[in-house]
């Protein structure tokens, strides 16, 4: 006769994959911890941290293993991680990056869950758990993902004429739809219009596209979409490709030719473009979908605006995907392995992750939650129906020094928006630094 515990524990994974998956890790028996001991999780949001007070409450209830969760800001996180390396003194879970997967991976800290999960990974969007995948095995359990996404000021857009639900760039052709969207929507004090007569860019209104140097918001899509890359397989940064090479400059052009934010402005101040359009003030906002609650926030009933895919280039639309996994730490102790499997099944499934789903933090990796999701943002008053997982996306950086290395290539990308130099000679020279950088 199965304990009221065992039975609990199998309710709270019938979703998932059943008791069977927890069975290949931990026999028949359930995981227990000795008395007084909790497994340590750490995760670097306040927000995601209030989330999954309930969610670890049933955990507990569901199994008798206590989760201590602490918080850390994002700057502590990864000043603290390879100090706790060091100690030997690393929490049971942890929330990771693809920036830094690699190294704790290649550290041999972390545990490989795929066998244990089993088929439970094919319920997680493949988007998110693919980027947690290395040497063939899976290293992470995804619990939110985000993309980058294109969103209109509907009212300008419509008065312009225009459509922003699938706009596409070219960067060979002597103009496209953005650009000219981008044009009919750029105005000036005396509401002249980008083109006639004695327009005056520099008393803009009215600002057409936000180009600027984000990485994940704006860089990324546009060398994708042009048929670049940021790294390829093997992980070498490739973004000095002539098609990288052609992205870059057709962003900066945009800037340089008054259809965009002055590029010396954007640099100064990466968010001014977010800041124009909450004021009403730009047409076309290229983001990710992490600026989805600061736009619901700050624009509230100012004006109507809609949630649209990211601008296609030749190779089609390429929003970038970031994703946040749960690893387990390995703890070179057999009982202790089995509960912290037990509680990364726990934030696999969807009783797990619902929380986080409910709060609308970012998108659930489990598909099963996609619903409530879309019902929590409707509330809000926000569609975002027309999000959908991406058939071919751009990653981020992955490997060992990876985001050190971005951040030195985009002072040096920063100087084509400037329009202190173009784009041929500025991306080989950021590609060499980062690469050094990256070691």
């Known amino acids: 006769m199965p304990t009221r515990r065992q039975l609990l524990l199998a309710t709270a994974v019938t979703g998932l994959a059943g008791v069977g998956v927890l069975a290949g890790c931990s026999g028949d028996e359930a995981a227990e911890l000795e008395e007084g001991d909790a497994l340590r999780m750490r995760v670097w949001s306040e927000a995601a941290a209030a ?34 390396v060091a100690s030997g003194d690393l929490p049971d879970v942890l929330w990771m990056n693809t920036a830094h997967l690699a190294q704790a991976h290649a550290g041999g800290e972390l545990l490989e869950i795929g066998e244990e999960v089993g088929d439970a990974a094919a319920r997680w969007e493949s988007a998110a758990t693919d980027l947690y995948r290395l040497d063939d095995g899976l290293w992470g359990v995804p619990q939110i993902w985000e993309q980058s996404i294109l969103v209109a000021h509907e009212g300008l857009v419509a008065e312009a004429e225009g459509d922003a639900s699938a706009l596409t760039f070219d ?32 008393a803009r209104t009215v600002f057409g596209f936000s180009a600027h140097p984000d990485r994940t918001a704006v860089l990324g899509p546009f060398v994708a979409g042009q048929g670049g890359s940021w790294q390829d ?56 979908t992490y600026d ?45 392995e089995k509960a912290i499997i037990e509680l990364l099944t726990w934030l696999g499934s969807a009783d797990g ?35 959908e997982t ?34 041929a000679e500025a991306l080989p020279r950021a590609q060499q630094a980062a690469r050094e950088a990256m070691g």
């Not at 002055?262 to 001014?272: F, H, I, R, W, Y």
């Not at 004006?303 to 929003?319: C, E, L, M, N, Y």
């Not at 995907?321 to 057999?334: L, N, S």
């Not at 409910?358 to 019902?375: D, F, K, M, Q, V």
Request: net charge negative; with cysteine.
């Open 171 to 202: 960067a060979a052709a002597p103009t496209d739809p953005l650009r000219e969207l981008a044009a009919a929507l750029t105005t000036d004090a005396e509401g002249r219009k980008h083109g006639e007569d004695d327009f005056d860019p520099s």
């Open 353 to 387: 992750q619902r929380s986080l789903a409910e709060n609308r933090l970012g998108i659930p990796a489990h598909r099963e939650l996609r619903g409530a999701w879309e019902e929590s943002w409707a509330e809000a008053g926000v569609d975002v129906s027309g999000i």
């Open 51 to 84: 989330a999954y007070e309930d969610s670890l409450a049933e955990f507990t209830e569901a199994t008798g293993i206590e989760v201590d969760l602490k918080v850390l800001t994002w700057d502590d996180y990864w000043t603290q991680l390879p100090l706790d």
């Open 233 to 288: 397989e093997d992980g070498t940064l490739t973004f000095a490709s002539a098609e990288g090479i052609d992205a870059v400059q057709y962003l900066a052009d945009l800037a340089a030719e008054h259809l965009a934010p002055a590029g010396k402005d954007t640099v100064e101040d990466p968010t001014l473009c977010r800041t124009l359009f909450l004021e009403g003030k730009l047409g076309l906002l290229q983001t990710g």
């Open 292 to 336: 989805l609650h600061t736009l619901t926030e700050e624009i509230g009933g100012g004006f109507d605006w809609g949630i649209h895919p990211v601008v296609a280039g030749p190779k089609g639309t390429r929003p970038l995907v970031h994703a946040i996994a749960a690893v387990g730490v390995d703890p070179d102790d057999e009982d202790r």
């Open 390 to 423: 991406p058939e071919t996306a751009s990653r981020p950086e992955t490997g060992d020094r990876s985001a050190i290395a971005t951040g030195t290539a985009l002072p040096i990308i920063a100087e084509v928006f400037r329009g202190d130099t173009d784009a």
